[in-house]
């Protein structure tokens, strides 16, 4: 599966953004989804994952209960909504794909099957 990442820019602390990810082919429900960001300077972390029909999901702890994660099978794509954003928050997004039983989800230290470009979120003080 091949993955596009969109919906980066600029905002001001405690504003928000939605970023998408949408996937080419017709297997994307076969897929595990997650989100990665990765920081100048540092390495890249998990930020959230979403099973293949969406039953399931998790997050970092830096960022439950400000994002939320979802998908819409129909239209080959997952999303991240990002509220109360703040500067620590500004990094280069990435989703990824993995191939997953029904009901699993990305684990931060999986392999992953597949990787979007990566979209920036600036947020600024």
């Known amino acids: 599966v091949q993955l596009q990442a969109s919906g980066g820019g600029l905002v001001q602390a405690g504003g928000s953004l939605r970023l998408s990810c949408a996937a080419s082919?017709?297997?994307?429900?076969?897929?595990?989804m997650g989100w990665f960001r990765q920081a100048t300077g540092k390495e890249r972390e998990f930020v959230a994952t979403i099973s293949r029909t969406g039953g399931t999901s998790s997050y970092a702890g830096s960022v439950k209960g400000r994002f939320t994660i979802s998908r819409d099978n129909a239209k080959n794509t997952v999303y991240l909504q990002m509220n109360s954003l703040k500067p620590e928050d500004t990094a280069v997004y990435y989703c990824?794909?993995?191939?997953?039983?029904?009901?699993?989800?990305?684990?931060?230290?999986?392999?992953?099957?597949?990787w979007g470009q990566g979209t920036l979120v600036t947020v600024s003080s």
């Open positions: 082919g017709r297997m994307f429900s076969r897929y595990a």
């Open positions: 990824a794909a993995k191939a997953v039983g029904l009901g699993a989800v990305v684990a931060p230290s999986d392999e992953l099957d597949s």
